[in-house]
């Protein structure tokens, strides 16, 4: 049976939505992610060294920074709190440039700080699948989303 004109419309109009849904999506994944990636990503001639936790709020875990190389040790820095922080843990760190903050470094703080977009892989599957037609993407975005989600967890 041949498909009629509104038909075809129909359906492109549904692949367009569903589309940018995904885009949006995928792209607020990367925008969150990136707001603490790039300190890990582009970490070069920024002070590196080891946060030693003291406390841990609600938010926030505050500790010690022992640089590394030529950075000058600072006695109080914040870093977001996270499940895997407990105070009396030695964390490797960048601090961000002209704050007393620090982001998580390595493995472990690189796969942290892109686990939003993990989420955004997860919740974008169903949308490719289903309003996109596109099973093989939408599993494919599925499986890269949850492994990165597992490897954080084990990494951390």
């Known amino acids: 049976m041949k498909r009629s004109s509104s038909h075809r419309l129909v359906a ?31 970490a070069k001639g920024r002070e590196h060294g080891t946060m030693v936790v003291t406390a841990c709020g ?23 709190r ?23 470094t390595g493995t472990a703080g690189f796969l942290h700080a892109w686990v939003p977009l993990g989420g955004a892989l997860v919740l974008a599957a169903p949308v490719i699948g289903g309003g996109m037609r596109l099973t093989r993407t939408a599993w494919g975005a599925g499986i890269a989303g949850a492994a990165l989600l597992t490897a954080t967890f084990v990494a951390l």
């Open 82 to 104: 996270s499940v895997a922080v407990e105070e009396g843990d030695r964390l490797p760190v960048v601090v961000k440039p002209g704050s007393g903050d620090v982001v998580r």
């Open 12 to 42: 492109h109009g549904r692949t367009f939505a569903a589309g940018c849904v995904v885009l949006l999506l995928l792209a607020a994944g990367v925008w969150s992610s990136w707001a603490g990636a790039h300190h890990v990503v582009l």
């Open 58 to 80: 609600e938010d926030a875990c505050t500790g010690s920074f022992v640089p590394d190389a030529d950075a000058q040790g600072r006695p109080v820095v914040t870093i977001e």
